[in-house]
């Protein structure tokens, strides 16, 4: 005798049913280390700007514009990811990733204060480095859970490299 099981209570159920709460709280975790961020950055804080403005930089630096709006897609995603890995409920590598995803959140969220607040270039070079390694290591743990998770920080990683490299070139050209 079969015994029916309700897709409510069913492993694939639980699953797939969102929860748009939970989304919206690692989404705007992300977006609040953005904006934690964003108060020592050239964009608010004055001071930042005229010390920011006063370094050498790379010709190839970007405009101070383009930051605001690609880390604000950035955090999108991150917290987008993170939550597609909340989701994998039974999964047993998603407290390893979701550790991951935890540090390399606080290295973000570490990095402005030292580089703006603190004006202190070579710090914020240890703690952009250390930073993209983390994201790369997120990024693996994401994909042994959900390569669609994974997939998500890519951008983010590719930023954090190229913001890695100008924080080496500010640091070299500005001793």
């Known amino acids: 005798m079969r015994i029916p099981i309700e897709s409510?209570?069913?492993?694939?159920?639980?699953?797939?049913?969102p929860n748009w709460l939970i989304l919206t709280a690692f989404v705007g975790s992300a977006l609040a280390v953005g904006a934690i961020d964003a108060v020592f950055s050239p964009a608010v804080s004055a001071t930042a700007r005229?010390?920011?403005?006063?370094?050498?930089?790379?010709?190839?630096?970007?405009?101070?514009?383009w930051f605001g709006p690609v880390w604000c897609v950035l955090?999108?995603?991150?917290?987008?990811?993170?939550?597609?890995?909340?989701?994998e409920r039974y999964h047993r590598g998603r407290t390893a990733a979701l550790a991951a995803y935890g540090i390399q959140l606080l290295l973000?969220?570490?990095?402005?204060?030292?580089f703006f607040g603190a004006r202190n270039i070579g710090a914020g070079l240890f703690v952009i480095v250390a930073l993209w390694l983390a994201?790369?290591?997120?990024?693996?743990?994401?994909?042994?859970?959900?390569?669609g998770?994974?997939?998500?920080?890519?951008?983010?990683?590719?930023?954090?490299g190229f913001a890695s490299a100008l924080n080496l070139a500010i640091w070299k050209l500005n001793p």
């Not at 994201?135 to 959900?146: D, H, S, Y």
């Not at 998770?149 to 954090?160: H, M, Q, R």
């Open 108 to 114: 973000n969220a570490i990095w402005a204060p030292l």
């Open 50 to 65: 005229h010390w920011y403005a006063a370094l050498a930089r790379p010709g190839w630096a970007p405009p101070d514009s």
């Open 75 to 87: 955090y999108v995603m991150m917290g987008t990811a993170a939550w597609v890995i909340w989701r």
């Open 149 to 160: 998770a994974a997939w998500l920080l890519a951008p983010y990683l590719i930023w954090v």
């Open 8 to 17: 409510s209570t069913s492993y694939r159920g639980r699953n797939a049913r």
């Open 135 to 147: 994201i790369f290591w997120t990024i693996r743990e994401f994909a042994l859970v959900k390569a």
